[in-house]
Every structure is written in structure tokens, then in C-alpha cells.
């Protein structure tokens, strides 16, 4: 447990570098789910690309009734979530977009809430739109989905200058002081307590970043053409968005 706990905190440290304002925008995620929850008696919450599960972790501390399942493809930082957050989640290994993806979650019923973090860019556009369809399927009538990513606008310059706007926050945040995901990374491959985590996580399929280009208006119209009703941010700062579909 102290292993997983020095590994988290070091990747949560790490992850400021890449989301702007991070603990803000888990707040404003958490805040949603909250809010769209409020009155279900055991709502069922997905995490998607959950990492070691910090946003599942913060879900559970504000709706201690719920299910929340936590899905990632990588079984180091499953792992890692499970030793450390303890129940506070299901954790799957499951890779998002493949076929039969949901069928490994075994839910037993409606979502209320599917959320992402900094995670649903790494699929190109085929296997978003999927995910999308999938998802819009299993989420009850008023469930949403929200994701926090970074998402580009359609026009360049204001898209260069969202970038520029969110580095100069984060530079003030000191974000840019914690070490990177190669260092993080690099710096795990030295641990012998992870070399029998790192060595299974060779052997699987991990997705790699295929989706950075599509815009926010882009995600909007696969979200509309999956079948969602009401799409909008509801959060930004530079180009990072909580993009929020109510189903």
C-alpha cells in the first residue's frame, strides 16, 4: 500500500502537467454527477481511462451509495488504484472501443453517468463515435456523459491562442514544475516492487493517442448523431473542456 500510495501521488503530480487546473476540473466533473444523481438511491457511475482512479475516488467521497465502476486498459495502473483507493471502485481492465468492451464491465443495469478525464482522445474518430453509440445505449433517460479533455476549436488562431491561454495558467500553478508522464514512467521501470506489473502491461494492447485533432464542434456532432439530446460545455479554461451530453 505504501508502494501504490508514493506512485499515485507521483502520478497525480505528474498528470497537472497535462489538464489545466486539474483539481478543479475533477471538482466541476464530480459537481455534475452530483447534481444529475441527486435523489437516485444507488446511481451507477462508469470511469472511463481511469488511471489509478482519482476521479473515481473523489466520485465515491461525494456519493458514498454509488457504484462506480473504473475501466482503464492498463493493468499497472489498475493495480495501482486498487492497492491504494481500496473499494472505492470497481476496477476492469477493459480496452475502451473494442469490440465487446462493455459486455466486460457486467453492469446490471441503466448508468446514470459515464465520465472521462483526459482520456477519450485516444481514440481516432471510428471508435469514438462507437463508444458514444455504446454509451448513449446503456445510460438511463436524463444520464450524461461527461468528459474533461482537451478539445481544439474549429478556428486555428483561437484555437493557438486557448493553448496559449492554458500554458501561461498552468505556468502560474507551477504545473510545469512536477516531473512528466517519460519520467514518470522511466522512474516506475526502476521500482522492483512494479516489475512483475510493468512486464504484464508490455503484453497488452494499450491504445496510443489517435483522436488530438477532433474539435470540440466534432465531439458535439458524433455525441448528437449517437442519439444524445442536450450537448454543451459547461466548463473551460484554454483548450481544456467538461463537455457534458445529457442522453
Sequence with gaps: MATAAR???????????YAVDRDERLTVIADVVEHITAG?????????GCGPGALAARLAGRLPHAEIVAVD???LLLELGRSHYGSAARYVEAVIGRPGWLDALALDRPLDAAVSTTALHYLDEPALRQVYRDLADRLRPGGVLVNGDHLCQDAERITELAR???HRRAERLRAFTHEDWDSWWAAAGTDPELAALLD???SRPLPTSAG????LSGHTALLREAGFAQIGAVWQFGNSHILVAVR
Excluded at 506512485?7 to 502537467?17: A, G, K, L, M, P
Design 7 to 17: 506512485w499515485v501521488h507521483r502520478w497525480e503530480e505528474q498528470q497537472q502537467r
Design 40 to 48: 437516485r438511491p444507488a446511481p451507477l457511475i462508469v470511469d472511463l
Design 73 to 75: 486498459a492498463d493493468p
Design 164 to 166: 496559449t491561454i492554458g
Design 200 to 202: 504484464e502491461r508490455r
Design 212 to 215: 488530438e485533432d477532433l474539435t
